[in-house]
């Protein structure tokens, strides 16, 4: 399984982006799909998580302003990400846990920079 993010890019403080994670295989076998943000200098962090059954679950730093949502017919998983703040620059993964395999998967990163 291969996981491929994209969707990161400079944008404005208080402007938005829209990240993509998109799998070869089909999501629905994955028990959680999420995404982490790593900083310079930072330890990788948990941005937003989603469930098979869609529930979700928010670091209280970005709660209010991004949202993660999955398409299971397109194999892919969203990070809205709204009125963005310049700590919110990091390079932002994607990751996939497989249960039942006991295995994850984690996509290469895709930067996103909050800069005037």
């Known amino acids: 399984v291969q996981l491929q993010a994209s969707g990161g890019g400079l944008v404005q403080p208080g402007g938005s982006l829209r990240l993509s994670c998109a799998a070869s295989?089909?999501?629905?076998?994955?028990?959680?799909m999420g995404w982490y943000r790593q900083a310079p200098g930072k330890l990788r962090e948990l941005v937003a998580i989603i469930s098979v059954g869609g529930s979700t679950n928010y670091a209280d730093s970005v709660k209010g302003r991004f949202t993660i949502t999955r398409d299971n017919a397109k194999n892919t998983v969203y990070l809205q990400m709204n009125s963005l703040k310049p700590e919110d620059t990091a390079v932002y993964y994607c990751k996939a846990e497989d249960f039942s395999r006991r295995r994850v998967y984690w996509g290469q990163g895709t930067l996103v920079t909050v800069s005037s």
């Open positions: 295989g089909t999501i629905s076998s994955f028990n959680v």
